[in-house]
């Protein structure tokens, strides 16, 4: 089993920043992929960046030039660091971890961007 815990979510004002952290631990394997969706209200839960293991990054187009994806593989932590924020990225913000056996998930941190 893998646990997956995130931070560095708040409130910050319309282009700002913010960078998110997440930390698996558990039973993990060498190949996965790691990435962050975000879930406003009343919406779907939509893909925001992943990352493979390998380095391969994959952004939604909503966040491309703004979001920067990034991991340490030695410490089981993928990155999500946030600039120019608009009131539209306001959501909760989920990590997922995708390997050869599940998919596993944090419990979410708040993202809210005030105009």
């Known amino acids: 089993q893998v646990q997956l815990v995130e931070s560095g979510g708040g409130l910050v004002q319309a282009g700002g920043s913010l960078r998110l952290s997440c930390a698996a631990s558990g039973r993990i394997f060498s190949f996965n992929t790691m990435g962050w969706y975000r879930q406003a209200p009343g919406k779907q839960r939509d893909l925001v960046a992943d990352m493979t293991s390998g380095n391969t990054t994959n952004y939604a187009d909503s966040v491309k030039g703004r979001f920067t994806i990034s991991r340490d593989n030695a410490k089981n932590t993928v990155y999500l660091q946030m600039n120019s924020l608009k009131p539209e990225d306001t959501a909760v913000y989920y990590c997922?971890?995708?390997?050869?056996?599940?998919?596993?998930w944090g419990q979410g941190t708040q993202v809210t961007v005030s105009s």
């Open positions: 997922k971890m995708v390997d050869w056996k599940s998919n596993y």
